[in-house]
Nanobody, 125 residues
Framework: QVHLVESGGKLVQAGDSLRLSCAAS????????MGWFREAPGKEREFVAT????????YYGDSVRGRFTVSRVSGSNTMYLQMNNLQPEDTAVYYC??????????????????WGQGTQVTVSS
């Protein structure tokens, strides 16, 4: 079992920056890939970013590329999402995900077997 806890979500203004954190505990002896997804009201869960176990391979969703940065110290149980120039359309619950099946990245929901409870990010215009 891997337990994931997100933190850092809050209400911000358009153009602001925010950093989310995801801390993993439990079966942390395994190497695992991690990712961020988000879900806005009335919309499907959307891929945001993913990073591998070593922190040197990253991929981003089209809507956040160039504004968001995912990071992770090699072999660390904590992942971060630095979000810059936030816009109202970034408003969503942001979920952290992890997979113990492999140490690489995944851009799809089915690529992960553990999920956090989510943290709310609200961007006002």
């Amino acid at each position: 079992q891997v337990h994931l806890v997100e933190s850092g979500g809050k209400l911000v203004q358009a153009g602001d920056s925010l950093r989310l954190s995801c801390a993993a505990s439990g079966r942390t002896a395994s190497q695992y890939g991690m990712g961020w997804f988000r879900e806005a009201p009335g919309k499907e869960r959307e891929f945001v970013a993913t990073v591998n176990w070593f922190g040197d391979s990253r991929y981003y969703g089209d809507s956040v590329r160039g504004r968001f940065t995912v990071s992770r110290v090699s072999g660390s149980n904590t992942m971060y999402l630095q979000m810059n120039n936030l816009q109202p359309e970034d408003t969503a619950v942001y979920y952290c995900a992890a997979t113990t099946e492999y140490s690489g990245t995944s851009t799809v929901i089915g690529g992960y077997n553990y999920w956090g409870q989510g943290t709310q990010v609200t961007v006002s215009s």
